[in-house]
């Protein structure tokens, strides 16, 4: 059976994008990158809210890039070949290479969507987010472990990861990396 795992970059109070949207204060480094572009390798499928598609367009360009180091490249060619669900609350279409949209009503049959991806699949159900696709996998307990890479500096005011949760989850680190950049992996997984 597969594990959910939340792979999200943020800045140190929790911000995943400055209050416009943003996303240039993001830590790159060649390290970091390796790391992303093994993660997807060890999965089997990438999830994402409707929001988050809008990252096909700088995907399939970014696999193509001849400017761009071949690290940059790998993880757009990975990224553009791993099957991918695109979760939406109403039909929409997508143009991303071996992307497909789950269109579910509710959180409930969200739930019981990657309830059977995750028995479908025998690696990683890796998400990429959205915010808000990321907090409603938190919200209904989905998550299985979340790869959080710290970005080093305070965003003061965006879209938080954890604003709305109520419910106290317990978490163990499983892992930890300092990158070039100053950016830091926590990898923890959801205590149960």
């Given at each position: 059976?597969g594990?959910v795992?939340l792979?999200?970059?943020m800045?140190?109070?929790?911000?995943?994008?400055?209050p416009k949207?943003?996303?240039?204060?993001?830590?790159?480094d060649?390290p970091?990158?390796?790391?992303?572009?093994?993660?997807?390798?060890?999965?089997?499928?990438?999830?994402?809210?409707?929001?988050?598609?809008?990252?096909?367009?700088?995907?399939?360009?970014?696999?193509?890039?001849?400017?761009?180091?071949?690290?940059f490249?790998a993880l757009?060619?990975?990224?553009?070949?791993?099957?991918?669900?695109?979760?939406?609350?109403?039909?929409?279409?997508?143009?991303?290479?071996?992307?497909?949209?789950h269109?579910v009503?509710?959180?409930?049959?969200?739930?019981?969507?990657?309830?059977r991806?995750?028995?479908?699949?025998?690696r990683?159900?890796?998400?990429?987010g959205?915010?808000?696709?990321?907090?409603?996998?938190?919200?209904?307990?989905?998550?299985?472990?979340?790869a959080l890479d710290i970005?080093?500096?305070i965003l003061g005011?965006?879209?938080s990861?954890?604003?709305?949760?109520?419910?106290?989850?317990?978490?163990?680190?499983?892992?930890?990396?300092?990158y070039?950049?100053?950016a830091?992996l926590?990898?923890?997984?959801?205590?149960r």
């Open positions: 059976m594990r795992t792979q999200m970059m800045s140190l109070d929790g911000m995943l994008s400055g949207g943003e996303m240039d204060w993001i830590a790159l060649d970091l990158n390796q790391d992303h572009l093994a993660r997807l390798g060890r999965a089997d499928v990438v999830i994402m809210g409707a929001g988050a598609s809008a990252m096909s367009t700088y995907w399939t360009a970014a696999e193509h890039d001849n400017k761009a180091k071949e690290v490249r757009g060619r990975a990224i553009n070949q791993i099957p991918k669900v695109i979760y939406s609350h109403k039909t929409r279409s997508v143009d991303w290479r071996n992307a497909k949209v269109v009503a509710d959180d409930r049959a969200l739930a019981e969507d990657i309830a991806l995750k028995r479908d699949s025998e990683s159900v890796l998400c990429y959205g915010v808000r696709f990321a907090r409603t996998l938190l919200k209904q307990h989905l998550v299985d472990e979340l970005c080093p500096l005011v965006g879209e990861l954890f604003t709305g949760l109520t419910d106290r989850t317990n978490l163990r680190l499983d892992e930890s990396v300092k070039d950049s100053g830091v926590m990898r923890y997984v959801v205590a």
